[in-house]
């Protein structure tokens, strides 16, 4: 398993802005485990170039069977049910987070990660 100690580090991080845009609070959770970097795999997958991205199929990364099997491609309306909780979105994920319960932060989010190209 990964060093857990970096998890902090990696959420100071997440405030640095990327390619001019201001990441929102809520994606520290998100930086933990994710890079925003193409090719840049941390524990999780890159989520650069996520929007129109089918779940599952970034090469290189080793997606849990259920993921795999979904079809979901990522848009804002996926990424909003997926981020409220990836678990009821696509039982049987590895993805350890249990979701942002607060709309405009998921909104927000959801955004950022659409702006990832």
């Known amino acids: 398993m990964r060093d857990l100690a970096l998890i902090p580090l990696l959420t100071m991080l997440a405030a640095v802005p990327v390619q ?9 959770q998100c930086a933990s485990c994710h890079s925003t970097e193409p ?21 290189g990364y080793d997606y849990s069977p259920a993921l795999k099997k979904a079809k979901i491609t990522w848009n804002a309306a996926s990424l909003d049910r997926w981020l ?9 994920t590895r993805m350890p ?3 942002i319960q607060d709309p405009a932060a998921r909104r927000a989010l959801v955004t950022y990660l659409l702006t990832l190209k």
């Open 84 to 92: 409220a909780s990836p678990q009821k979105t696509v039982p049987g």
């Open 97 to 99: 987070f249990g979701g």
């Open 20 to 28: 001019g845009q201001s990441r929102p609070p809520a994606f520290a």
């Open 39 to 59: 090719g840049k795999t941390v524990f999780g997958p890159s989520l650069h170039g996520v929007g129109g991205r089918k779940a599952g199929s970034l090469p």
